[in-house]
């Protein structure tokens, strides 16, 4: 039962990134905050159980949760436009940096109780990050005009591979899951 129950957990949490990674592409759904809160439950509900195995799901489970109350307070217009909506949706990056990094951190974790190495995680780990870092940097207006262009460039192309990352990196922690209990029977 707990294989099935990891098994179904890492899927979860795969069709949540998935989401938001459909989010990025699609115009369309960017500005959904319905699917967007979606997106967050699925991840919460998936990091939850494999909270067994790492600390780090568990605190992913919450920082889900709390994503998906930043998207209710800026997606249905709850507060007037104003400056504090423009800061919320920047503030909201950083517990967004925290659900990437607790889950790679929740493999790693894994990964090292099973004996095996965690350097991938580490650099999924970056690459996750980074995106959303300099997201936030372009966001302040740190840049001149030339550098705003050429990070914005490397942003789209890092946030979406941060989370393919992240998506690969679910399925190998799926994999080890299911060995080590199948190797417990």
């Known amino acids: ?5 990891g098994y179904y957990a890492h899927l979860a949490i795969v069709a949540g990134i998935v989401v938001k990674l459909i989010m990025l592409q699609n115009a369309v759904l960017a500005s959904n905050w ?5 997106a967050y439950a699925i991840i919460a509900a998936g990091a939850l159980p494999l909270q067994h ?7 992913a489970s919450i920082t889900a949760d709390v994503l998906i109350g930043f998207t209710v307070l800026c997606g249905p217009k ?3 436009p104003s400056f504090a909506v423009i800061l ?16 790679l ?3 790693a974790e894994q990964m090292r109780t099973a004996g095996n190495s965690a350097a991938l995680e580490w650099i999924m780990l970056v690459l996750w990050s980074t995106g959303y870092i300099l997201w936030l940097i372009l966001a302040f207006g740190w840049v001149n005009e030339y550098l705003f262009e050429q990070t914005l460039r490397v942003i789209h192309l890092l946030l979406p591979l941060g989370h393919i990352a992240v998506i690969v990196d ?14 417990k029977t």
Do not use: C, N, Y
């Open 1 to 5: 039962m707990q294989m099935l129950k």
């Open 78 to 80: 709850i507060i007037p």
């Open 34 to 38: 319905v699917v967007e809160m979606v």
């Open 88 to 103: 919320l949706e920047h503030v909201k990056m950083i517990p967004l940096i925290l659900l990437g990094s607790m889950l």
């Open 53 to 59: 195995t790492s600390r780090w799901f568990w605190r």
């Open 105 to 107: 951190m929740g493999v």
């Open 170 to 183: 679910m399925f190998r922690a799926q994999l080890l899951h299911i060995r080590l209990e199948v190797d």
